[in-house]
């Protein structure tokens, strides 16, 4: 999918933001229609299509989780805005089925990068992954969320640190911004976007150098993230 032939609809009860949110990702190539309750939504989509929705959650009438439940079957991808920033919101708006969630207030950048991200993911084919990846004696069985140090001890790994190291054992030897990381792990870490990758990745490179592997995760100053390591898929 193009940004030019995606359809966007932003429900957003506060003009302003609403009329911002519109502006910049019409900018941006997107075809973009803001309405301001879930009564304009429904109004609006009878007969309607939308490639994603961007639903924001404290809206007068019905509240967005609300919207976002009633949607979770029929719905395109649901981005979720809420002003309140509680761990426990954000929590339940992806329970229930939206595809990703972003505090406020947010930079239109990450904005942008999060939509790209849905989208991208949404028109990607489903790919089978080889059972195992082997590096610098480790062996890694994202199926079964298993890590083996080289000297046959397993290292724990939490949901966030498997998929970042997931997208470093598929691309090694690549050099993966933070853009291309959020897309591969599914920005699901709290916090602004930049700054959750380095964070995700500092707790993984802390993991694999308790273990044996310091240089495994190398910097690139300025563009990135290189996995070192040559990967054997099995």
């Given at each position: 999918m193009t940004n030019s032939v995606a359809r966007i609809i932003v429900v957003e009860d506060d003009d302003s933001v609403r009329d911002a949110i519109v502006g910049y990702?019409?900018?941006?190539?997107?075809?973009?229609?803001?309405?301001?309750?879930?009564?304009?939504?429904?109004?609006?989509?009878?007969?309607?299509?939308a490639d994603l929705i961007i639903l924001d959650v404290m809206l007068p009438g019905e509240d967005g989780l609300s919207l976002c439940r009633r949607l979770r079957d029929a719905a395109p991808p649901i981005l979720m805005l809420s002003a309140l920033g509680d761990t426990t919101d954000r929590i339940v708006g992806l329970e229930i089925g939206a595809a990703d969630y972003l505090a406020k207030p947010f930079d239109p950048r990450e904005l942008l990068a999060r939509i790209r991200a849905i989208l991208r993911r949404e028109a990607a084919p489903v790919t089978q992954f080889p059972q195992s990846y082997h590096f610098d004696g480790w062996l890694f069985e994202p199926d079964s969320a298993r890590l083996t140090a080289p000297d046959g001890a397993p290292v724990s790994l939490t949901a966030g640190e498997l998929r970042m190291l997931l997208a470093f054992v598929r691309h090694p030897a690549q050099i993966l911004d933070r853009d291309r990381l959020l897309d591969l792990t599914h920005g699901a870490d709290d916090g602004p976007f930049d700054r959750a990758i380095d964070l995700a990745v500092s707790r993984l490179r802390r993991r694999l150098s308790d273990a044996g592997g310091t240089s495994l995760i190398e910097t690139v100053r300025g563009l990135g993230y290189r996995f070192r390591a040559a990967v054997t898929r099995r």
């Open positions: 990702l019409s900018r941006h190539d997107f075809a973009v229609t803001g309405v301001p309750d879930a009564r304009g939504f429904d109004a609006l989509t009878d007969g309607a299509r």
